[in-house]
């Protein structure tokens, strides 16, 4: 029971910290959030919010002076890969970056080998990644409600891992990618429109420190 009171006052610490900090800057806020909170909140907030995204990043979250130091190497990447992949829908969250693509811009309808356009888009994305190294990169697959619920699990699974083949077949080192699929259990969008189911059938590239940077970081911000 202390916990379940705990996990509550959490999650409602969290959403009291956004709300009154819409003034505030990505790098302050993945900060605050980082230090108020944790990996255990940051799970709680993603999937209460259906944003997996979300919730992945802000569990890993380093926090205090060290996460607004990441926080703001991740505003300057960010702002890269929006200027170098307009394609792409590109979001700060916390102390990472989530970086969207429409399954349209990758893939065929109901098909996991990448188009030529895909390819074109993705290497814009790895020349951006290569220049960033310390970070991490998890590949999410995602689809929309239409068909079972095996067969969008194992289509979000394959794109993904088509998606990572491609980045380390393009020198992005392989220690620094992990996949999921969650076929249609995290929509983002409304599934009862044509416009919302298109948008659900998406990957997701989410970039968050890894231990060098945060180990930098640490330094830098003890200096």
């Keep these: 029971m202390k916990k379940l009171r705990l996990s509550l006052v959490m999650v409602l610490s969290a959403f009291l910290i956004i709300a009154g900090c819409a003034s505030w800057n990505k790098t302050q806020k993945g900060a605050v959030v980082g230090t108020a909170a944790g990996g ?7 999937n209460a919010a259906g944003n997996t995204a979300m919730g992945a990043i802000i569990g890993a979250a380093v926090g205090g002076t060290a996460g607004a130091v990441i926080g703001h190497q991740m505003d300057k990447q960010a702002e890269e ?9 590109v979001e700060r969250v916390g102390e990472g970056i989530v970086v969207e693509f429409n399954s349209n811009v ?17 290497d ?19 689809t929309d409600s239409k068909g079972s619920v095996s067969y969008n699990q194992n289509l979000s699974e394959t794109r993904a891992e088509g998606v990572s083949s491609y980045l380390k077949n393009k020198n992005i080192n392989a220690s620094r990618i992990t996949i999921k699929g969650f076929g249609e259990s995290v929509p983002k969008y409304d599934n009862e429109t044509a416009d919302g189911r298109t948008q659900n059938r998406r990957v997701e590239f ?7 940077m945060i180990e930098d970081a640490r330094k830098e911000a003890s200096n």
């Design 40 to 46: 255990a909140m940051g799970a709680v907030i993603g």
């Design 81 to 89: 890969i929006a200027k170098t992949v307009p394609d792409a829908k």
């Design 106 to 122: 990758l893939f065929g309808f109901d098909k996991s080998n990448l188009s030529d356009d895909a390819k074109i888009n993705l």
């Design 206 to 212: 989410l970039i968050t420190a890894n231990e060098k």
């Design 124 to 142: 814009k994305l790895v020349k951006v990644l290569n220049a960033y190294p310390d970070t991490n990169i998890e590949v999410q697959g995602h």
